[in-house]
Each structure stands twice: as structure tokens, then as C-alpha cells.
T-cell receptor, first 109, second 111 residues
Framework: NAGVTQTPKFQVLKTGQSMTLQCAQD?????MYWYRQDPGMGLRLIYY???????DKGEVPNGYNVSRLNKREFSLRLESAAPSQTSVYFC????????FGQGTRLTVV | GENVEQHPSTLSVQEGDSAVIKCTYS??????FPWYKQELGKRPQLIID?????GEKKDQRIAVTLNKTAKHFSLHITETQPEDSAVYFC??????????FGTGTSLTVIP
């Protein structure tokens, strides 16, 4: 049972480049989330998906897009990366408990 | 939406002492309150949780208390050990909605 798997673990982008962070869960959860974590800021919600086919903005959605491809997969896309998007990104899924992926450390130079 | 506040932001205790972290929430519809531990460079891991129909829950050295009237809940760690050093996050959840996290408490246990 892998739980929540996200890729890649590390990524360096140049300003203006695009990339997609992938997340998949094998726990049959309806809800999935993308968070970013910055020092002293805790976990801030970017987008979440309460079920397949639905997505909602969280606290900090600007500069990001998401796709809930199916029940298992929820991807996060940066269309034009900016240095302010340098952060650690966590995917999570939940039914009555939330489980996190291992995180992606993204640096935008 | 829900607003979760967590205090203190940093906490240092001597090994063997107790540590208490407190959180408040604003939305009375919140009905599930998990606590996560995040070690350096790792993902947050659930350590204990409590639902709104329960006032206290214990798991070995860890306990959580909930006061629905005052809208606050607390994490208690007794007999602290160096391996308890980590960042701890509280969260509040509304069924059918999302998790709202506190800003975290960095706990250091001094040997």
C-alpha cells in the first residue's frame, strides 16, 4: 500500500518555465489537496478537490492550475514559474483522515 | 471560512518535562481535529486526532483535549524525549469541506 505518491521529489526551474507536479493515491479517497509550505507559514492550501471532476481554490491559488484526472490522480501545474513559487509542495488525500505525499522541493531561479 | 490559530510558534522543554500546544478555531461546524508531526525534511504524519463528540483522547504519552464551547483544543506530550523534537500542526476539518491548518509549533526537547 503506497498511500500518497508525488513526483518529482526535487525540481529546479528557470523563471517562466512550466511544469506539472503529479500526485496519486491508492486509498480510494474522494478528497485530494495541494499545499505549499514556506518557513513560518505553515501549510497553505493551493487547491483542493472534494471528488472526481470537481476542484476549488484554496488560500493561495494564483499562478497555479490543477486537474483531477480521475479518482486517483490530482496534478498541479505551474504555467509560468516565478521565484515566489519556490517552496515545498505537498499533496494529500483524505476520507476521515488526511495523508500526505513525501513532498516536492521546488526552486525557481 | 475557518480560521485556526496555534500557539506557541516555538517551544523548548527539558527532556522528561511535558509540552502543551494550543489551537483555537472559529467555525462551530468543525467536527474533526487532527494533529500532525513533521520531522525535518519529511512529510506531516498524523499522530492523534479527536472528533467533536469526544472531550479527550490518549495514546501513550500523547493526549488531545477538546473544548467545543470555547472552540479550542490542545496537544499534550508527557515525559518528552529528544525524538519528540519536530514541528507540530493542528488542523480543523468540516465534513464535506477541507482541512484548515495552524501555522505550526517547533518543539525542541533538550537532553
Amino acid at each position: 500500500n503506497a498511500g500518497v505518491t508525488q513526483t518529482p521529489k526535487f525540481q529546479v526551474l528557470k523563471t517562466g518555465q512550466s511544469m506539472t507536479l503529479q500526485c496519486a493515491q491508492d486509498m480510494n479517497h474522494n478528497s485530494m489537496y495541494w499545499y505549499r509550505q514556506d518557513p513560518g507559514m505553515g501549510l497553505r492550501l493551493i487547491y483542493y478537490s472534494a471528488s472526481e471532476g470537481t476542484t476549488d481554490k484554496g488560500e493561495v491559488p494564483n499562478g497555479y492550475n490543477v486537474s483531477r484526472l480521475n479518482k486517483r490522480e490530482f496534478s498541479l501545474r505551474l504555467e509560468s514559474a516565478a521565484p515566489s513559487q519556490t517552496s515545498v509542495y505537498f499533496c494529500a488525500s483524505s476520507d476521515t483522515q488526511a495523508f500526505f505525499g513525501q513532498g516536492t522541493r521546488l526552486t525557481v531561479v | 471560512g475557518e480560521n485556526v490559530e496555534q500557539h506557541p510558534s516555538t517551544l523548548s522543554v527539558q527532556e522528561g518535562d511535558s509540552a502543551v500546544i494550543k489551537c483555537t478555531y472559529s467555525d462551530s461546524a468543525s467536527n474533526y481535529f487532527p494533529w500532525y508531526k513533521q520531522e525535518l525534511g519529511k512529510r506531516p504524519q498524523l499522530i492523534i486526532d479527536i472528533r467533536s463528540n469526544v472531550g479527550e483522547k490518549k495514546d501513550q504519552r500523547i493526549a488531545v483535549t477538546l473544548n467545543k464551547t470555547a472552540k479550542h483544543f490542545s496537544l499534550h506530550i508527557t515525559e518528552t524525549q529528544p525524538e519528540d523534537s519536530a514541528v507540530y500542526f493542528c488542523a480543523a476539518f468540516i465534513t464535506g469541506n477541507q482541512f484548515y491548518f495552524g501555522t505550526g509549533t517547533s518543539l525542541t526537547v533538550i537532553p
